[in-house]
């Protein structure tokens, strides 16, 4: 099946390259390198994460899916009818699917992306899937302001942020985030959130590094990127992939380390690798239910409910006002 087409570089749409470049040359620059993990999700990177979802090591995904089918019922009674469900991030449409079948009578569903492609994706295949909803996508960057649509205007809002996204952000930027999303879908509104939970050490670093190596692959694939959009010259076989848990900060990190010294040519400068310097790409908090509790309630949010699968591995919360 077709994907969405490459919002830049060759296609139509923003350059988001110069960005990129700047942010790469910062990050590689600082005394501690690093790389923004929003660049891991082109076109590959989004193909090879949706290859991890399949994984048998990584279980959120298919965690969750059974959550919201466990229990899309008494989550949905929690929810007024008629309501407008915003989804931060525009997922495949199968989660949200769950979401809009256990609801009574949904009214919109607004599905929020900073890829025009990828909203209008999702968009297509809810109106398939909900031919009564009103679908109405909107390109905007979700971690900062935007506004709705006038037609979602009257209508109770339930948000909707499934897959552990939150976990991309720090606690404190979690916060903000939240925060910002109780404003931007107003009063009343509920929010149904996804979140990875606080585990033992083997499960969480098989997850993020698994056997069969695509992990690592989605991994390398920034660097990939960076050589082939930015003109670095990275030396793919030169890096390895490191997926480490930090227990004092409960997080995953994904690294790339340097397997030798070398030299990278990035926008007319030269990044100095020492041999086992890494590069930090990403992180993925983990919480634990009452850090759940901590998060909403900075963010002036009331937990109304949390389900988790038999195991623990995996939450989907329930915020309202
Ligand atoms: C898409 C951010 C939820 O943190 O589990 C998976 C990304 N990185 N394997 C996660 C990811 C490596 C994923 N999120």
Known sequence: KPGPAETNGSGSGDDHRPEMLADALAGLKAPR????????????????FGEITRLPEYYP??????????????????????????????????KVDVLLDALEAPSAYVPVDIAPEWVAEAASKVAVS????????????????????????????LGFFPGSTIGNFTPEEAVRFLARARGTLGEDAMFVMGADL????????????????????????????LNRECGADFDLDGFEHVAEWNPELKRME?????????????????????????????????YTEEDLHRLAGRAGWQVQGIWTDPAR???VSLLGQ
């Open 33 to 48: 390198k690093t790389l923004p993990c929003k660049w891991l999700y082109d076109v590959e990177g989004a193909a090879l």
């Open 61 to 94: 995904t298919r965690t969750e899916i059974g959550i919201l089918r466990g229990h899309a019922a008494e989550i949905a009674a929690h929810v007024p009818a008629h309501a407008a469900v915003v989804e931060f991030g525009s997922g495949d449409g199968e």
């Open 130 to 157: 909900h031919p009564d909803l009103e679908v109405l996508p909107i390109a905007a960057d979700f971690t900062r302001e935007f506004g709705l649509p006038d037609q979602v205007e009257a209508a109770p809002r």
């Open 198 to 225: 606080v585990k033992p050490r083997e499960t969480l670093v098989a997850a993020y590094d698994d056997a069969a190596g695509v992990t690592a692959r989605f991994n390398l694939n920034l660097l990939r990127r």
């Open 254 to 286: 994904m690294h790339l380390r340097a397997r030798r010294p070398q030299s990278v040519a990035l926008g007319g400068e030269r990044i100095d690798f020492a041999e086992g310097e890494t590069i930090h790409t990403e992180n993925s908090h983990k």
């Open 313 to 315: 591995l995996f939450s």
